[in-house]
């Protein structure tokens, strides 16, 4: 568990160890032993002024997602993933728990073992929030694919079962956008068939949809081939139009915090700065060693 804050505001965020990137991702499954302890780093705690842990009062928003959202570390930065800027755009009695993954799809998420390390912990009250796809899509890799009207939703069940079954509200997110323009500079989509998928089984379900798919969509092209870059993990060495610098990761984490609020699964009390200009300072990437 880490702590960091600026302008006199601090926001608890919890993390796993420094994962891998997407392309080096290994075939991973989780002891039991290794789920336990996952589970205990990622414990949202509450301090007092003076610094000492106090019973367990406040919500959590947990996050079961892939890169996109995940938290990165010193060795990956400028990269950003949206769940590191969210605190940003949340009060201070709604902790965000991100157990992101680089990497993960809905499938090899569960295979591991890393939404039982979830429901180890959440508790009547607090949120999940998934946001799955990008690594879904990956047909040549059956660790991680899964087909949009079969098993992507059978898998995405298991979370708002999961869920559910320990008081929790379940919420689902369409994947954000990857930075695609074609020739006449329009942004073009990019996931197929996963968010219409996961637009039915929310129908379906009863269970609140934050639409990041059309939302950043919508973003990128307003901002156009040219400044959408700024947003991206676009560097000397390197063009990634998948993963954000601290620009992007905020600019997600402003819609994701607006649609919790728009979709009434977050009061106005819970929400804040959403119209706010955050300062790409308040990113932080910590030491792989320090976790």
Not at 147 to 165: C, K, S, V
Not at 207 to 219: H, P, T
């Amino acid at each position: 568990m880490r702590s960091w804050g600026a302008a006199g505001s601090s926001w608890l965020v919890a993390q796993f160890p420094a994962p891998l990137r997407e392309e080096r991702l290994p075939k991973v499954s989780l002891t039991r032993r290794q789920v336990t302890v996952a589970a205990l780093a990622a414990v949202p705690v509450a301090f007092s002024a003076t610094g000492t842990a106090q019973a367990r009062e406040q919500r959590t928003l947990y996050i079961a997602g892939d890169s996109t959202a995940a938290q990165k570390y010193s060795d990956a930065a400028p990269e950003t993933g949206w769940g590191m800027a969210l605190p940003f755009f949340l009060c201070k009695d709604l902790a965000v728990a991100n157990h992101a993954v680089n990497g993960r799809s809905s499938k090899s998420f569960v295979d591991e073992g890393r939404l039982d390390a979830i429901l180890g912990l959440i508790r009547p009250g607090d949120f999940l929030l998934v946001q799955f796809a990008h690594n879904d899509e990956k047909s040549a890799d059956p660790t991680r694919y899964t087909e949009p009207w079969t098993t992507y939703q059978d898998y995405l069940r298991r979370y708002l079962d999961g869920a559910r079954a320990k008081g929790a509200r379940p919420v689902l997110a369409t994947p954000v956008e990857r930075r695609k323009f074609d020739a006449n500079g329009n942004a073009v989509p990019t996931h197929g068939e996963y968010p219409a998928a996961m637009r039915a089984l929310a129908g379906e379900e009863g269970v609140a949809l934050l639409d990041i798919q059309a939302l950043s969509l919508a973003l990128w092209q307003r901002l156009g081939v040219e400044e959408t870059k700024k947003y991206f993990n676009w560097t000397d060495t390197e063009q990634d139009n998948t993963h954000f610098n601290p620009p992007g990761a905020i600019a997600v984490a402003r819609l994701v915090a607006g649609e919790l609020l728009k979709r009434r699964v977050l009061a106005p009390r819970d929400v804040r700065r959403l119209d706010a200009e955050i300062p790409e300072s308040w990113i932080t990437w910590p030491s792989p060693a320090a976790v």
